[in-house]
Nanobody
Framework: QVQLVESGGGLVQPGGSLRLSCTASGIIFSIYAMDWYRQAPGKQRELVASISHDGSIYYADSVKGRFTISRDNAKNMVYLEMNSLKPEDTAVYLC????????????WGQGTQVTVSS
């Protein structure tokens, strides 16, 4: 059974930092690209950052220079370090796994809430 479990969300003041984690089980983690999406109320789901199985990284323009994505294949984990947080970063952050080799497979976590407010 495949599971993606996010953690690390919470309430933080503007300018603050949070580190999100996503732990994967039931997949061969090293062949999956790992994505962080976010969804705010009334808005479309947005791709925030992605790290491929070969280490290639993508960031949305809105988070470049503030967020850092990384992965630890030995622990089956992906991280999102978020700095200089803004109120507009408030959203549910979701982890997504996309198979880069073999059959196309895609899995989602349940999400973790990030609220940036004073």
């Amino acid at each position: 059974q495949v599971q993606l479990v996010e953690s690390g969300g919470g309430l933080v003041q503007p300018g603050g930092s949070l580190r999100l984690s996503c732990t994967a089980s039931g997949i061969i983690f090293s062949i999956y690209a790992m994505d962080w999406y976010r969804q705010a109320p009334g808005k479309q789901r947005e791709l925030v950052a992605s790290i491929s199985h070969d280490g290639s990284i993508y960031y949305a323009d809105s988070v470049k220079g503030r967020f850092t994505i990384s992965r630890d294949n030995a622990k089956n984990m992906v991280y999102l370090e978020m700095n200089s947080l803004k109120p507009e970063d408030t959203a549910v952050y979701l982890c997504n796994a996309r198979a880069m080799l073999g059959p196309a497979k895609n899995y989602w976590g349940q999400g973790t809430q990030v609220t940036v407010s004073s």
